[in-house]
C-alpha cells in the first residue's frame, strides 16, 4: 500500500502478496513493485494509479531502470531475466535464461548489454536490444554473488563469496588474467575504473587491467565483512564483525588516522559524496559519523531503539536517514548528527527507506509490504537569525528577553514587514527548496509582487 501524508486518504498499491521491494523511476515519476505474488507493477507516484498491465514473471528478486525510465528490467528466481516497456508493460524480446535463479542482473554503462549473474555458477552476457546472447558463459566453480562493468566498458568483474573473483572481456566473455582472493565475500571496481578491491579475511587491490596485485593486504580485527573506496579513489574504508572501521592509502596500503570504533557489529558504512564524511551502523540500533581525514567522531552516536536496517546521505549530503526494526525512519544534520523532526512512525518494522533525488520526499517500505511516502518539504536553506523576525511579520507580535510579548503597532510592524520583505527577497534568489519558502507563500496572500507591499497596515 502507498501512503502520502499530505493526502487524506489511502491509495492501496495493490499486490496479492507480500511487497519484496519498490523502486523509483530516474524522473521519480514513476513507482515499481515487485512482490511474491509473481508481478512488478508501475504506478505514478503522485496518485498511486498503476500504469499498464502488470508484468508476470515468478518470484521476482530485483529491478532497474534505464537511465531515460522507458525500460524495466526484472530478475527472478526461477531463472531469467527480462526486459519489458514502462509505457504499457509488455516484455521486450524472449527471457534471459539461466539454469539456477538468477542474482543480479545490470546494464553496460552505455545500456547496449545486460549483465546477469546466477546461483548456476555462470554470469551471461546479453544484447539490450533484443535480448540475445553474447560470447561465452562466464563461469565460476560455484554461485556468482555479483558482477559489474569497468568505467570503461571494456572488464567485467564476477566474484562467488567464500569463491573467487574473476575478470573478463565484456566484447566476448574471455578471461582475463588469473583468479583473485580465495575465500572472498564481495568485490568492486574502483570510481576511476583501474582498480579492483576484494575483501574477506583482509582486503587487496589489484590491477583492472590484468588481475594482477598491487601492494600488500589491508586487515582488519577478525576479517573483513565490507569495504569501498572514497569518491575521489584516493582511501578505502574496511569494516569488520568486530564494530571497527579502518582507513587506508590506496597509493601504499598505510592506515589513516585513528580505528573508527563503533561499539557493535558493523553492518555496513559509506562515504558521504565529497568524501569527508563516512558513515557506519549496526546492529545494536546505532549509527556513527566519523571524518573522513582521521577517523575522528562527529557528534553523538543516531539511536535507534533495535536495529539499524540501513542508512545513507542525501543527495548534497547535509542530511542523513537511517531506518530500523523499532518501527522508525528518522532524519538527520550531517554536520553534527542532530536529528531533525520527529521520527517517521510505522506500525511495523522498516526495512527500506530512501530519499527522493530533491530531498523533499522520503519512501519506506514495512515488512507488511506497506509503502509510505512522506513529504518532509521544509526550507533548510533559510539562515536561523530570520526566523524571529518572521515570527514578528507573521504574528504582529515581539517578545522581550524576558518572554513578555508585546504587540507591534502600525508604525513598528510596517518597518518590520519592509525588512522581512527585503531578506526574503534575496533568501528566495538562491533559495534550493521553493515550495517550502514561506516568503514565496506569504507575497502570494499579501499581493506582494517583488519586494513591494501592497496596503498599509492599521492599528
Known amino acids: 500500500r502507498l501512503w502520502h501524508v499530505r493526502m487524506r486518504g489511502v491509495q492501496p498499491l495493490r499486490h496479492d502478496g507480500a511487497v ?23 504506478w505514478r507516484s503522485a496518485d498511486g494509479t498503476p500504469v499498464g498491465e502488470p508484468m508476470k514473471q515468478n518470484n521476482v528478486w530485483g529491478v532497474t531502470f534505464t537511465k531515460d525510465g ?13 526486459l519489458w516497456q514502462v509505457k504499457d508493460g509488455t516484455p521486450v524480446g524472449q527471457p ?28 551471461r552476457i546479453w544484447l539490450a536490444k533484443n535480448a540475445r546472447p553474447v560470447g561465452e558463459h562466464l563461469r565460476h566453480d560455484r554461485a556468482v554473488s555479483g558482477a559489474a562493468y569497468s568505467q570503461d566498458q571494456q572488464r567485467i568483474l564476477t566474484w562467488s563469496r567464500y569463491g573467487m573473483a574473476r575478470l573478463w572481456r ?22 576511476d575504473g583501474r582498480r579492483i578491491l576484494t575483501w574477506g579475511p583482509d582486503a587487496r587491490q589489484w590491477r583492472a587491467s590484468d588481475g594482477s596485485p598491487e601492494g600488500s593486504p589491508l586487515g582488519n580485527e577478525n576479517g573483513i565483512s565490507g569495504a569501498s573506496f572514497s569518491p575521489d579513489d584516493q582511501l578505502v574504508l574496511t569494516w569488520s564483525d568486530s564494530g571497527t572501521a579502518r582507513l587506508w592509502q590506496v597509493a601504499d596500503g598505510t592506515s589513516v588516522g585513528q580505528p573508527m570504533r563503533h561499539g557493535d ?9 565529497d568524501g569527508k564524511r563516512i558513515l557506519t551502523w549496526s546492529e545494536a540500533g546505532t549509527a556513527r559519523l566519523w571524518q573522513a581525514t582521521d577517523g575522528m567522531p562527529i557528534g553523538k552516536p543516531l539511536r535507534h531503539n533495535d536495529k539499524i536496517w540501513g542508512a545513507q546521505f542525501n543527495q548534497d549530503g547535509q542530511q542523513i536517514l537511517s531506518w530500523s526494526d523499532d518501527g522508525t525512519a528518522r532524519v538527520w544534520w550531517a554536520a553534527d548528527a542532530t536529528r531533525i523532526g520527529p521520527p517517521l512512525r510505522h506500525h511495523d518494522k522498516v526495512r ?29 536553506d533559510l539562515p536561523t537569525e530570520h526566523i524571529t523576525l518572521i515570527l514578528e511579520t507573521l504574528t504582529g507580535t515581539t517578545m522581550d528577553d524576558f518572554s513578555n510579548i508585546r504587540a507591534l503597532d502600525g508604525p513598528a510592524w510596517n518597518k518590520t514587514r519592509a525588512q522581512y520583505l527585503t531578506l526574503g527577497a534575496h533568501h528566495s534568489r538562491n533559495c534550493a527548496f521553493e515550495t517550502a519558502n514561506l516568503y514565496e507563500v506569504q507575497k502570494k496572500l499579501w499581493g506582494v509582487q517583488d519586494n513591494k507591499s501592497v496596503g498599509v497596515a492599521q492599528h
Do not use: C
Not at 557489529?265 to 559524496?273: E, G, P, R, T, Y
Not at 527500506?352 to 526550507?379: H, K, P, Y
Open 265 to 273: 557489529k558493523i553492518l555496513d558504512a559509506q562515504f558521504s559524496h
Open 70 to 82: 522507458q525500460r524495466i528490467l526484472t530478475w527472478s528466481r526461477n531463472g531469467t531475466a527480462r
Open 96 to 123: 534471459m535464461t539461466h539454469d539456477g535463479a538468477v542474482s543480479g542482473a545490470a546494464f553496460s554503462r552505455d545500456e547496449q548489454q545486460i549483465l546477469t549473474w546466477s546461483e548456476d555458477g555462470t554470469a
Open 352 to 380: 527500506v527507506a530512501q530519499f527522493s533525488q530533491n530531498g523533499q520526499t522520503i519512501w519506506t517500505l514495512t515488512e507488511d509490504g506497506t509503502m509510505r511516502l512522506w513529504n518532509i518539504e521544509a526550507d533548510w
Open 20 to 42: 519484496r521491494n519498490v523502486a523509483f523511476s530516474p524522473d521519480q515519476q514513476w513507482i515499481l513493485a515487485w512482490s511474491k505474488d509473481g508481478t512488478a507493477r508501475l
Open 170 to 191: 565484456a566484447a566476448d566473455g574471455t578471461p582475463v588474467g588469473q583468479q583473485m582472493h580465495k575465500g572472498l565475500y564481495g568485490a568492486l571496481f574502483s570510481h
